[in-house]
């Protein structure tokens, strides 16, 4: 964050923390929403230092945060202005920048290398499996039997779930997974955790996208056409 003024540290920190929990945002006139009033949390600010105008800091936010919002309004309660200077993402989902980035001469260099020997483990180095984008989703495992229903688009019932994660609610996105660990698809809760429990039939959660192709499991179902 570039500010406009000099500021004393003490000061800046002091409002820094005052902007951590829930605020609300109107997204800036150069942004890809509908600049409307909305409420995103800031889980933490951790200030890191600061070097005359310049204040380099690290949020933990919402999905859909602003940053350069963020810092014209920490300028605004400051009563100096202020600007985002730079930028750089270190986390998104279960992505850390530590462990999943690859620079694009990695890339090259080991494309070669798959393009040579075909093995699916140079493709792993920098490609990662799906499945590891869902890693902080609440969870369903089917049965084989359910699988390929799903693939064609059926909503999850009861006779087809093996084991649920805890604390799913009504209307939560949960991702279905066969017992091999393989993402079926992205569907909707219709009901929570416990009542899933209870269930021996009837819907169980509403199919939003299918990520397996048909025809992996075999078909364990009958059409009615």
């Not at 993402?89 to 992505?95: E, K, S, V």
């Not at 694009?104 to 070669?112: A, R």
């Amino acid at each position: 964050m570039k500010l406009h003024s000099e500021v004393p540290e003490d000061k800046v920190t002091k409002v820094l923390d005052e902007f951590q929990g829930p605020l609300y945002q109107r997204p800036p006139v150069r942004s890809a929403v509908k600049r409307q009033l909305r409420t995103r949390t800031i889980y933490y600010i951790e200030f890191m230092e600061m070097n005359e105008r310049n204040v380099l800091f690290k949020v933990g936010c919402e999905a859909g945060t602003y940053i350069r919002k963020l810092c014209y309004d920490v300028g605004e309660v400051l009563g100096i202005s202020a600007h985002m200077q730079e930028l750089r993402r270190t986390r998104a989902g279960p992505f850390i920048e530590d462990e999943s980035l690859v620079t694009l001469h990695d890339i090259s260099y080991l494309h070669s290398q798959w393009e040579e020997t075909k093995e699916e483990s140079i493709l792993r180095k920098f490609v990662s499996p799906m499945e590891k984008a869902l890693y902080m989703l609440p969870k369903i495992l089917v049965r084989d039997s359910a699988v390929d229903a799903l693939c064609h688009g059926a909503h999850l019932t009861a006779p087809g779930v093996l084991s649920i994660d805890a604390e799913i609610k009504i209307g939560d996105t949960v991702a279905v997974f066969t017992q091999k660990g393989e993402a079926v698809t992205l569907s909707k809760s219709f009901v929570s955790s416990e009542k899933i429990l209870k269930m021996d039939h009837g819907f169980v959660a509403k199919t939003q996208r299918v990520m397996m192709p048909r025809g992996i499991y075999p078909k364990k179902w009958h059409s009615t056409k």
